[in-house]
């Protein structure tokens, strides 16, 4: 079992910048990438950004956004610049046993409870 706890999160204004942690803890072994993901309401969930925690490989599905962090760590931060009032959303990091990162939630076997972004215009 894996664990993730998410941390933040919070109100800014448009233009602002937040970094997002995510703890990592449990059964590791078995875990390579870590990835970010937002929900808004009604809607599924978008990957933003995944990161291989050994190698550092990355893939992101918005170039605002940073992914850092690794094993060594035990935690993955995502920085957040330029936000806009469309980012907001409940943002979440998950973990997955496979060795390239990806953006499909779908890959992703373990999941936090998620840590609330508000941007307001």
């Known amino acids: 079992q894996v664990e993730l706890v998410e941390s933040g999160g919070g109100s800014v204004q448009a233009g602002g910048s937040l970094r997002l942690s995510c703890v990592v803890s449990?059964?590791?072994?078995?875990?390579?990438?870590i990835g970010w993901f937002r929900q808004l309401p009604g809607k599924g969930r978008q990957g933003v950004a995944s990161?291989?925690?050994?190698?550092g490989r990355t893939e992101y599905g918005d170039p605002r956004f940073t992914i850092s962090g690794g094993r060594a760590q035990k935690t993955v931060y995502l920085q957040m610049n330029a936000l806009k009032p469309e980012d907001t959303a409940m943002y979440s990091c998950?973990?997955?046993?496979?060795?390239?990162?990806?953006?499909?939630?779908?890959?992703?076997?373990?999941w936090g409870k998620g840590t609330l972004v508000t941007i307001s215009s």
């Open positions: 998950a973990a997955m046993g496979r060795l390239w990162p990806s953006l499909d939630p779908a890959d992703y076997t373990y």
């Open positions: 990161i291989n925690i050994d190698d």
């Open positions: 449990g059964s590791t072994s078995s875990t390579y990438s």
